[in-house]
């Protein structure tokens, strides 16, 4: 199959393009950037999907993953949420239709959906509204809880904070989460990608194991061989305070940032468990 992939130079997206050329797919990679250690040989196209050709790139193609996503606005660069996740996604659906490209896997997220607390996932529901309302696009779309595996950016950020002598948490730090692995999800892509039962499907994907966010400083602290870090738990609405300052100046947390630091972010859907039915652990997951 001939894909194309969209935000292939970042976390995920190294590993979808590896699970995609093992299997034996031709895959055109789109990013503004090459990666600097660059494994899977793929044909790369650069470019911003803000005003780059998705038309040509998507000449050939036979299926699109749809990976690009931002986790923090840089509006002085024009990057915001409404941009990068419903406008790039409206400029990829029109060029997949001149294209005559029907099948998309479309990456979204857990804790999508109308009225969501953060922009972040208003604006994912907004993509995913985009997508089921094109009746000649074939799409299956994720909605991942964090994703572990690698050098994951999240991870990296709580490994970092549990190097001081004190740990700033967000109120109780009880918020839940349902890490999954990154090759899992690669897997399941390439899997989905060549079932079209699967069209018109929108998966929940949650690992095996549930954790606290403090159980996951914890965990962290344990993969540096550190000992449980001790917790300052900060009050809500000064961490509130803080994250509002990110407009101007910068501070390690935004408000939507904050606002999916504390809330659960686990699912019970296990219908992605028919193509990968065996997921791996977070608690078996080695740092390298
Ligand atoms: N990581 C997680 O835990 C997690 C959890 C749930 C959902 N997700 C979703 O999964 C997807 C992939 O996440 P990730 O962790 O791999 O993100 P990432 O590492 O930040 O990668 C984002 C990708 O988007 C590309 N990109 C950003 N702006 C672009 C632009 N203007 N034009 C073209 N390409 C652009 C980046 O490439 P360049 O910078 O080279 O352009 C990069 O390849 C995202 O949609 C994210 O919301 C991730």
């Known amino acids: 199959m001939n894909v194309t992939v969209t935000g292939a130079s970042g976390y995920l997206g190294a590993s979808v ?8 797919h031709n895959v055109v990679a789109l990013a503004r950037h090459k990666p600097a250690r660059l494994l899977a040989p793929v044909r790369w196209v650069l470019g911003d999907a803000r ?24 509006p002085q660069q024009g990057i915001t949420f409404e941009k990068m996740h419903v406008g790039v996604t409206e400029r990829l659906l029109t060029a997949m239709q001149a294209a005559k490209v029907s099948r998309l896997i479309h990456m979204s997220a857990l804790g999508t959906r109308p009225g969501a607390v ?33 050098d994951p950016p999240f991870f990296k950020m709580l490994g970092d904070l549990v190097k001081l002598p004190g740990v700033p948490v967000p109120g109780d730090g009880s918020t839940l ?17 060549t079932d079209e039962n699967s069209a018109g499907v929108t998966l929940e994907i949650g690992g095996p194991e549930r954790f606290r966010l403090t159980q996951l ?20 609405a000064l961490v509130g305070a803080v994250a509002k300052l990110s407009a ?41």
Do not use: C
């Not at 550190?226 to 900060?234: D, E, N, Q, S, V």
């Open 17 to 24: 393009l590896r699970q995609l050329v093992e299997s034996g």
């Open 51 to 74: 005003d780059m050709d998705l038309l040509g790139a998507l000449e050939g193609s036979d299926a699109v993953v749809h990976l690009i996503g931002i986790i923090r606005e840089i």
């Open 118 to 150: 953060a922009q972040y996932h208003r604006t994912k529901w907004r993509a995913e509204q985009l997508i089921a309302s094109m009746s000649d696009i074939a799409a299956t779309i994720l909605r991942p809880s964090l994703i572990f595996g690698g």
């Open 177 to 193: 989460f349902q890490p999954v692995a990154r090759d899992d999800i690669a897997i399941l892509i390439e899997k989905l990608l």
């Open 217 to 236: 400083m914890d965990f962290m602290a344990a993969k540096n061989g550190r000992r449980p870090p001790p917790k300052i738990h900060l009050p809500l």
């Open 248 to 288: 101007v100046i910068p501070v390690p947390v935004t408000p939507d940032q904050l606002a999916m630091l504390t809330e659960a972010n686990v699912t019970d859907d296990i219908r992605w468990h028919d193509w990968v039915p065996h997921p791996v652990p977070f608690s078996s997951w080695n740092l390298k």
